[in-house]
C-alpha cells in the first residue's frame, strides 16, 4: 500500500490543523527529543538547531500543553496564587503583575480563591496543589497571614512566597509592602496641613495589613503630639459597605472630624457618598485619604489622594521570585508605598 502523504517526511499540516510536538520534530527533522531539550532550554542542543526549530513552532503557531510537560518532565510550569481578600481591583492588580513577569516564560497562572475563616480551607489548598501539580504558589494576604497554611506547603514540598506587610518569619522567601510606611505618611501630610482634629476608618483586626496601616498613621500622629480618641477609631471591613457605615458614625453624629484617613479606598469612596448625603464639601469641609491608589482613586470627584501600594509590582516580583532556580532565588524582596496626592485634601476650615 503506497505511504499516506500525511505521513511523509515534509507533508504540511492541513489546514487548520493544529501541530503537535511530532510535527514540529517531523518538519525539523530533528528527533522528539531534541524538540523537548529547546523547549525546556536545554543547553544540550547545537545553536543552529535550536534556531531553526524555535522559527518553525512560531511559524506554526505550536505552543506546548503546560500540563502535559508536567506529567512528562514530572514537574510543573504552573505557578498558583492563592488568596482570600475582599478588594476586588487588588486581586486583579496583583494577578496582572504575576502575568507580567510570567510572560515570555513557560510558566502559567492558575488562581484559587478561598476563606481562611472555614476549617477546611488549607486541606482544599492541598488538593489544589497537587491535583495542579504546581511548581510553587504566592500567597496573597491574609492567606500568606497564616502560619498553618505555610507549615503544610513545606510539609509536601511546595515552594511559596508570601505577599505581607512586614516580615514574617527569617526562611520564607517573601515580598514586604511596608504598609506602616505608606500609612505614616499619610498621617504626616494631614499634619503638615494644619488638620487636629482627625478619624480612622480602619481595616478588619484579623488583617495583619489592617494593624499594620492603623499602627503606622497613630505613631506618626503621636510622634507630633497627637492622640486619637477612641471615638474617632473604627473598625470597618475592607468594603466600601462598611466604609459607609463607619462614616454615618463619624459625620452624621456630633462633631464631625475635619479629615478622614480609611484603610483602603473602597472604604473611602464609603465615606465620599456619606458625606454628599450630608452636605459636606470635599475637600473644604472634609479631607479624606484612601490606600491602595487603586483606579478608583483617580475616578472619584474630587480624585482622592491615596497611599500607592505597587500592588502590580508586588505580584511582578513575588512570581519572579518563584521561577528563580532554588539557589539563586531572593529570600526577601521590599515594594515601598507612597502618597499619591491628588484633590480630596487641603487645610481645614478656620
Excluded at 488562581?111 to 480551607?121: A, F, M, W
Excluded at 511596608?178 to 499619610?186: K, M, P, S, V
Excluded at 506618626?220 to 497627637?226: D, F, K, N, S, T
Aim: with cysteine.
Amino acid at each position: 500500500m503506497p505511504r499516506k502523504k500525511a505521513d511523509s517526511p515534509n507533508a504540511p499540516l492541513a489546514p487548520g490543523q493544529a501541530a503537535t510536538i511530532n510535527d514540529i520534530a517531523r518538519l525539523s527533522g530533528v528527533s522528539k527529543k531534541t524538540v523537548s531539550r529547546i523547549i525546556n532550554d536545554s543547553p544540550l542542543v547545537r545553536q543552529d538547531t535550536r534556531e531553526k526549530v524555535q522559527a518553525l513552532m512560531k511559524e506554526l503557531g505550536y505552543a506546548p500543553d503546560p500540563l502535559a510537560r508536567a506529567l512528562a518532565f514530572r514537574r510543573s510550569f504552573l505557578i498558583g496564587m492563592v488568596y482570600d481578600n475582599p478588594t476586588a481591583q487588588y486581586i486583579v492588580d496583583m494577578q496582572y503583575g504575576a502575568l507580567d513577569a510570567l510572560r515570555g516564560t513557560s510558566f502559567e497562572l492558575v488562581v484559587h480563591p478561598c476563606d481562611t475563616r472555614s476549617p477546611g480551607y488549607i486541606e482544599g489548598v492541598r488538593r489544589f496543589v497537587q491535583q495542579q501539580k504546581l511548581h510553587g504558589v504566592i500567597l496573597v494576604p491574609r492567606a500568606s497571614e497564616d502560619q498553618a497554611l505555610v507549615e503544610m506547603l513545606d510539609q509536601i514540598g511546595c515552594r511559596f512566597t508570601r505577599i505581607a506587610a512586614l516580615p514574617l518569619d527569617e526562611t520564607s522567601a517573601t515580598v514586604v509592602t511596608h504598609d506602616r510606611d505608606g500609612a505614616a505618611e499619610a498621617a504626616d501630610y494631614l499634619l503638615s496641613l494644619g488638620h487636629r482634629d482627625i478619624a480612622l476608618i480602619t481595616g478588619p483586626s484579623a488583617y495583619r495589613s489592617a494593624h499594620e496601616r492603623t499602627s503606622g498613621f497613630l505613631e506618626a500622629l503621636e510622634r507630633r503630639g497627637l492622640r486619637l480618641p477612641p471615638e474617632r477609631i473604627i473598625e470597618a471591613g475592607y468594603t466600601f459597605e462598611s466604609g459607609v457605615a463607619a462614616a454615618e458614625k463619624l459625620l452624621l453624629g456630633g462633631q464631625r472630624p475635619t479629615a478622614i484617613f480609611t484603610g483602603n479606598d473602597e472604604m473611602a469612596a464609603g465615606v465620599y457618598k456619606v458625606a454628599m448625603r450630608a452636605g459636606l464639601t470635599i475637600p473644604r469641609q472634609l479631607s479624606i485619604i484612601g490606600y491602595d491608589d487603586s483606579p478608583l482613586a483617580s475616578r472619584l470627584w474630587p480624585s482622592l489622594t491615596s497611599v500607592r501600594r505597587q500592588t502590580r509590582d508586588t505580584g511582578r516580583t513575588a512570581a519572579a521570585m518563584l521561577i528563580q532556580p532554588e539557589g539563586s532565588a531572593l529570600r526577601t524582596a521590599s515594594v515601598r508605598p507612597h502618597l499619591a496626592v491628588r484633590d480630596s485634601c487641603q487645610p481645614p476650615e478656620l
